[in-house]
């Protein structure tokens, strides 16, 4: 069974930092476009970080570009989120997601995590 599951979320100040893993089971992240999204109340869950399936590219929502760093590991297995100089306007619950192509829609990513909750905040 494909299954993916975030972990490291939480509450931090602006201006610090956090890792967001996202452990895939079940399939390999070889061959398959991988995304971080994130959703707000009311709002609709919007692309932030993302690499190409052939793993040479990646993408970045541009209020996150050179503060969020996307990775995975060489297994193929996990893939991370390294949050840096976060704002408040960071809150929001993450996911994790894979698809066939590298696109910022979220419709065309066929497998998600539950989420994990970042909160920016003094």
């Known amino acids: 069974q494909k299954h993916l599951a975030e972990s490291g979320g939480g509450l931090v100040q602006p201006g610090g930092s956090l890792r967001l893993s996202c452990a895939a089971s079940?399939?390999?992240?070889?061959?398959?476009?991988i995304a971080w999204f994130r959703q707000t109340p009311g709002k609709e869950r919007e692309f932030v970080a993302g690499?190409?399936?052939?793993?040479?590219?990646?993408l970045y929502k541009n209020s996150v570009k050179g503060r969020f760093t996307i990775s995975r590991d060489d297994a193929r297995t996990t893939l991370y989120l390294l949050m840096a100089t976060l704002k408040p306007e960071d809150t929001a619950v993450y996911y994790c997601?894979?698809?066939?192509?590298?696109?910022?829609?979220?419709?065309?990513?066929?497998?998600w995590g539950q989420g994990t909750r970042v909160t920016v905040s003094s």
């Open positions: 997601a894979v698809g066939r192509a590298g696109t910022t829609r979220a419709n065309d990513y066929d497998y």
């Open positions: 079940g399939f390999s992240l070889v061959n398959s476009a």
């Open positions: 690499i190409a399936r052939n793993g040479l590219s990646t």
